[in-house]
């Protein structure tokens, strides 16, 4: 009689019988936390949305998150590990040499999803058919477009080589392309230290609420715990900040939450799933309090939103130039209208996670994927009451950020358990967590009045913008005030009266995301536009090529542009073509320009390091001050390093973490390309000069001190720097698909243009989807009304049209060679772009976002 064990599943795992305990929720949580088998990635477990853990079960293709245990008793499982290393390597090329991966996170599960379509149609797998197939994946960076270049390669057994880029200009695959497709360079939650413990975290469950008492008897009593924290736990300070300290890392007894993603204690287990769940566990006493949801009641409110707070008014930014009611009043043309700009969620791929270990001296050792990892260090410092010393955070690139990896999530958690206990904590968000917790895009009110004359040429511009920056403050004064000057875009206006306010609310809270206040405000700054040359009789391409700015003209806040400024004009040289002609051909067309500061600016003195050393195994180690997300700033590094000093680029390994004094705050602004090249190319000139020497540290830095708060000076340079683009989008006027979209993006050098390429391509993707289906709205206890990845109406692989990039290349003054950056200004255009060819296809003018064509509902099912 055979006897079977039901606590254990047995079944084969890349060819070997393995067994695994039953109670796994699924069959992704067997694979990682039991058999360490990391190659399919958890980007949102159980929900099976993204696609990231797609593995082959008997031969088909499965989401391992939504796979029964039970179910995979006596079958077959296969894995990116389990390939023959043959074609492990034809798809790791194919994959590095087409550009077809950003942060990479996404890739692994796409890879097995293209292995199984190719094992089924070979070279007959058609792009179209293929698309439709990745509709069970998301990539956040990509767009699509170079992913199906690859897997096309891999079909039609083609090879192209994967060569690293040489110097600066040159194209080659990105830094660590082949292991990231593959999945075997890890993320933070793929990497196991022994001994270690797991955090999960008790939210709230009120966004405005005094916390009478918490009680963690329960949970700490659940099996599996070793401790249970709340604030009274901490050693240091409680709120953490970028730039305001009002971030509480957990609220404590006697304190008030303020939104929902507040956190009111850390459970620590031995696995995940005892963590996650005690954690309902913590018992928590209320008095609720009525939530201020209306960024515009809650300027007038009587009533203080956020704890530890005086004010509902985060920050106004405001300036005038010119006299605009005259300029209006002597306008042959003259618009007024209310745009509305939505709440949109990040939604890189790999959710937060965060692993800190005690060191052997006393201190900590945090594995971080943050945007800013001397923040990190310093924040956390702060929070365990220690000297910075006793701190290192390491980064490890992260799965996609987009500014939402900025502020701290879980670090805090992590360090403090890690530091109480002197054992490893990690701490691993889920997706539903992720939503709550980080920063989103603002949703801002933006009041406009424009004019012009007969020739349609802009007379004055003035604006009122009134942003929900959620409860706490983030860089959120900072969005509102880059609204604030970009506000006229790229155009010459004569008079200029713009005030910007950021307000607290207890709604999610809202920070950097790329555009960072410049795509809201030039979404409504070019709807103005279209309106004017309607009135005018003008096309827009006309329209614009009459207003854009020109080297010596004033901008916005009065800033005199030099010469990096041309390259929106020849942006739009670059779009005048394929514009007539697909208006010659029936089409609906939109265009639409934008520009994008690259760098802090505003009097912010920018200050970045890089360090080269000569080892004397051969390897050259560069390390600088930026955070390595997917928009490639480690292959920057590299070809820059190639570039001044002539090595082969095999040589080169690149390092960020805290060990030296090298950051500048975070990995945003588009800087992080800017900067960083500067600081690597001072250090390898300091190397050469010494003889580039075995053993010794060059450390050389970057600075940009030139630029002025806004009205610091009569003419202030705000920023030091600032990327251009136009964009065409080209619609079918009886179905209003996009079926087309053209983007001439002036980048000042493209330093990798295969990269740069792919950075504009996902950008469009990511601004198609602002402009159409994104949305994260918030209900009136402030809480997230979408909690899955397929709510928030991202767009698919199938419903992403032809991405043509044009790169140009006008360098910028007094930027090392003449970088603009190019991460941020991608989707500027996109929104006012696809409004104008709506408009031209059904005469109807948008001014809320997002627009909603008919059939676009239909475009993330």
């Given at each position: 009689m055979t006897v079977v064990d039901t606590d254990v599943v047995v079944f084969k795992l890349n060819g070997t019988e393995v067994a695994v305990s039953a109670d796994h929720p699924h069959l992704l949580s067997a694979l990682r936390e039991e058999l360490d088998v990391t190659s399919p990635k958890d980007g949102c477990s159980p929900s099976g949305q993204c696609g990231c853990c797609?593995?082959?079960?008997?031969?088909?293709?499965?989401?391992?998150?939504?796979?029964p245990v039970a179910k995979v008793e006596g079958r077959e499982v296969v894995t990116l590990e389990g390939l023959d290393a043959a074609e492990r390597e034809r798809f790791a090329s194919a994959f590095a040499a087409c550009g077809g991966l950003q942060c990479g996170f996404c890739i692994p599960g796409i890879v097995m999803r293209a292995k199984a379509q190719v094992d089924k149609k070979g070279a007959a797998l058609g792009r179209d058919d293929m698309s439709r197939h990745l509709g069970a994946h998301l990539c956040r960076c990509t767009g699509y477009v170079k992913v199906l270049d690859a897997i096309e390669a891999v079909a039609t057994g083609a090879a192209p080589v994967a060569a690293l880029p040489r110097g600066v200009g040159s194209s080659g695959v990105k830094y660590e392309a082949e292991r990231l497709a593959l999945g075997d360079r890890g993320y933070v939650d793929d990497l196991r230290v022994p001994g270690m413990l797991h955090a999960a975290l008790r939210f709230t469950d009120h966004a405005r609420a005094d916390v009478v008492a918490i009680d963690t008897s329960a949970a700490a009593a659940a099996a599996g715990v070793v401790a249970v924290y709340t604030a009274a736990d901490l050693p240091g300070d409680l709120r953490v900040g970028i730039i305001e300290r009002d971030w509480p890392v957990m609220i404590p007894e006697g304190g008030r939450t303020s939104y929902a993603g507040d956190v009111l204690a850390v459970v620590v287990a031995e696995t995940r799933r005892q963590a996650r769940a005690a954690a309902p566990l913590v018992d928590v006493e209320y008095e609720v309090l009525e939530p201020l949801t209306d960024p515009l009641a809650a300027i007038g409110s009587p009533e203080v939103a956020v704890w530890g707070t005086d004010s509902n008014v985060l920050s106004t930014s405001?300036?005038?130039?010119?006299?605009?009611?005259?300029?209006?009043?002597?306008?042959?043309?003259?618009?007024?209208?209310?745009?509305?700009?939505?709440?949109?969620?990040?939604?890189?791929?790999?959710?937060?996670?965060?692993?800190?270990?005690?060191?052997?001296?006393?201190?900590?050792?945090?594995?971080?994927?943050?945007?800013?990892?001397?923040?990190?260090?310093?924040?956390?410092?702060?929070?365990?009451?220690?000297?910075?010393?006793?701190?290192?955070?390491?980064?490890?690139?992260?799965?996609?950020?987009?500014?939402?990896?900025?502020?701290?999530?879980?670090?805090?958690?992590?360090?403090?358990?890690?530091?109480?206990?002197?054992?490893?904590?990690?701490?691993?968000?889920?997706?539903?967590?992720?939503?709550?917790?980080?920063?989103?895009?603002?949703?801002?009110?933006?009041?406009?009045?424009?004019?012009?004359?007969?020739?349609?040429?802009?007379?004055?511009?003035?604006?009122?913008?009134?942003?929900?920056?959620?409860?706490?403050?983030?860089?959120?004064?900072?969005?509102?005030?880059?609204a604030a000057g970009h506000a006229s875009g790229p155009y010459r206006v004569p008079a200029v009266d713009v005030e910007s306010i950021a307000v607290r609310t207890n709604n999610p809270v809202c920070g950097a995301f790329r555009g960072f206040g410049a795509n809201q405000a030039q979404f409504a700054m070019e709807g103005m536009m279209d309106r004017l040359a309607e009135l005018a009789g003008l096309s827009g391409l006309e329209i614009r090529r009459r207003n854009v700015v020109r080297p010596g003209d004033v901008w916005g806040p009065g800033q005199v542009m030099d010469e990096g400024c041309a390259g929106v004009e020849r942006c739009l040289d670059a779009l005048a073509e394929p514009y007539e002609a697909a208006r010659a051909d029936g089409k609906a067309v939109g265009i639409a320009v934008g520009l994008k500061n690259s760098g802090l600016g505003n009097g912010y003195k920018e200050v970045t390091r890089a360090l080269v050393r000569f080892e004397a195994d051969g390897t050259v180690e560069v390390r600088h001050g930026w955070t390595e997300m997917g928009q490639g700033v480690h292959t920057v590094a590299l070809q820059v390093a190639v570039e001044e000093l002539g090595v082969d680029p095999s040589r080169i390994v690149v390092k960020v973490d805290t060990t030296h004094e090298l950051g500048d705050g975070q990995t945003t602004g588009s800087r992080g390309t800017l900067m960083g090249a500067g600081a690597v190319r001072?250090?390898?000139?300091?190397?050469?000069?010494?003889?580039?020497?075995?053993?010794?540290?060059?450390?050389?830095?970057?600075?940009?001190?030139?630029?002025?708060?806004?009205?610091?000076?009569?003419?202030?340079?705000?920023?030091?720097?600032?990327?251009?683009?136009?964009?065409?989008?080209?619609?079918?006027?009886?179905?209003?698909?996009?079926?087309?979209?053209?983007?001439?993006?002036?980048?000042?050098?493209?330093?990798?243009?295969?990269?740069?390429?792919?950075?504009?391509?996902?950008?469009?993707?990511?601004?198609?989807?602002?402009?159409?289906?994104?949305?994260?709205?918030?209900?009136?206890?402030?809480?997230?009304?979408?909690?899955?990845?397929?709510?928030?109406?991202?767009?698919?692989?199938?419903?992403?049209?032809?991405?043509?990039v044009v790169l140009v290349e006008v360098p910028q003054p007094r930027s090392p060679y003449g970088i603009k950056g190019v991460g941020e200004i991608g989707l500027v255009p996109t929104a006012g772009a696809v409004a104008a060819a709506l408009h031209a296809a059904d005469g109807r003018w948008r001014s809320t976002l997002p627009m909603r064509p008919p059939g676009a509902e239909r475009a993330s099912d």
């Open positions: 797609t593995v082959m079960i008997d031969g088909k293709v499965q989401v391992s998150c939504q796979y405001a300036y005038v130039r010119g006299d605009v009611d005259a300029a209006l009043a002597a306008s042959r043309h003259v618009v007024h209208e209310v745009f509305h700009t939505q709440r949109v969620e990040h939604a890189f791929l790999e959710p937060e996670s965060t692993l800190a270990v005690p060191r052997e001296d006393g201190g900590l050792h945090v594995y971080s994927g943050g945007q800013g990892i001397w923040d990190d260090r310093d924040q956390l410092a702060s929070c365990l009451g220690v000297e910075r010393d006793r701190v290192t955070v390491e980064l490890v690139s992260n799965g996609g950020a987009f500014g939402g990896k900025e502020d701290m999530s879980n670090q805090a958690h992590a360090a403090l358990a890690a530091w109480l206990l002197r054992r490893p904590v990690k701490c691993t968000l889920s997706r539903e967590e992720s939503f709550l917790v980080h920063a989103k895009r603002h949703p801002i009110r933006c009041e406009y009045w424009a004019g012009c004359d007969a020739d349609g040429r802009l007379t004055g511009v003035r604006a009122r913008m009134v942003g929900d920056s959620g409860a706490y403050a983030s860089v959120g004064m900072k969005v509102l005030e880059r001072n250090a390898c000139l300091a190397a050469k000069a010494d003889g580039c020497r075995t053993g010794v540290d060059y450390v050389a830095e970057y600075w940009v001190d030139w630029t002025h708060h806004l009205g610091e000076v009569e003419h202030p340079t705000i920023h030091s720097a600032f990327g251009y683009a136009a964009q065409l989008v080209v619609m079918d006027t009886e179905t209003l698909a996009v079926e087309r979209v053209v983007a001439a993006h002036d980048v000042g050098r493209a330093v990798n243009p295969l990269l740069c390429q792919g950075q504009v391509e996902g950008a469009v993707h990511m601004g198609l989807g602002y402009a159409l289906t994104e949305d994260f709205p918030a209900d009136e206890r402030g809480f997230p009304t979408k909690t899955t990845l397929r709510a928030l109406g991202i767009l698919r692989a199938k419903d992403v049209p032809p991405i043509d």
